[in-house]
């Protein structure tokens, strides 16, 4: 099955600075990898994804890039700010041919936004 | 536009007793996925449903656990002979056939004591 490292566990930035969180993921197969973000108390929120036929996609304030080469995937935050800080989560799926099913998580990532 | 919701959202039992949990997906999302997660963990899948048919289980989901989706829209998860370990958050995830995009609901904290 699909195995999903990521890094840090925790990251600490000042507001308007960057954060980078990055996931490496060990099925070759996998084709979809979706980031989602969770606050305190509630369930993890979609906030961006990436299929394997592009290398990067970019929302606003928030990128994804991916190397398929490499098998990693990486989340990117600029101007950050306090409304940011959250656990966030990299996923990958299993290797099905279609949509994706069952997803790995990564093991997540507590951002701090320090004002 | 309504989410995925979850019912109850806190559930604290004593060691042994059953419970069930409900998710309603999102209005004609036909797959339907139930995931757990322990703290400071992520997400671990545990089943899922396109439409009435359950279709993949994991091998986290022992046979105290069973879920049911009688007519393709709501979720039933029932907990029989609960145990301390049960204790976690129980997500619920809706989608649609053909795409990949997951929406989770907010999840039920259980504790068993």
């Known amino acids: 099955g699909e195995n999903v490292e990521q890094h840090p566990s925790t990251l600490s930035v000042q507001e308007g600075d960057s954060a980078v969180i990055k996931c490496t993921y060990s099925?070759?197969?996998?084709?979809?990898f979706p980031w989602y973000k969770q606050e305190l108390g509630k369930g993890p929120q979609l906030i961006i994804d990436?299929?394997?036929?592009?290398g990067e996609k970019k929302d606003q304030r928030i990128a994804v890039t991916l190397n398929k080469t490499a098998k990693h995937f990486s989340l990117h935050i600029t101007e950050t700010q306090p409304e940011d800080s959250a656990v966030y989560f990299c996923?990958?799926?299993?290797?099905?041919?279609?949509?994706?099913?069952?997803?790995?998580f990564g093991s997540g990532t507590q951002l701090t936004v320090l004002p | 536009d309504t989410g995925v919701s979850q019912d109850p959202r806190h559930k604290i039992t004593k060691r042994g007793q059953n419970v069930t949990f409900r998710c309603d997906p999102i209005s004609e999302h036909n797959r339907l996925y139930w995931y757990r997660q322990t703290l400071g963990q992520g997400p671990e899948f545990l089943t899922y449903?396109?439409?009435?048919?359950?279709?993949?289980k994991s091998r986290l989901l022992s046979d105290r656990f069973s879920a049911e989706r009688p007519k393709g829209s709501f979720s039933t998860l029932e907990i029989q002979r609960t145990e301390q370990g049960d204790s976690a958050m129980y997500l619920c995830?809706?989608?649609?056939?053909?795409?990949?995009?997951?929406?989770f609901g907010p999840g039920t904290r259980l504790t068993v004591t």
């Open positions: 990436i299929r394997s036929n592009v």
């Open positions: 099925d070759s197969a996998s084709n979809y």
């Open positions: 996923a990958a799926p299993g290797a099905v041919s279609g949509s994706a099913r069952q997803l790995t």
């Open positions: 449903f396109q439409n009435e048919a359950q279709l993949e």
């Open positions: 995830a809706s989608s649609l056939v053909g795409l990949y995009e997951q929406y």
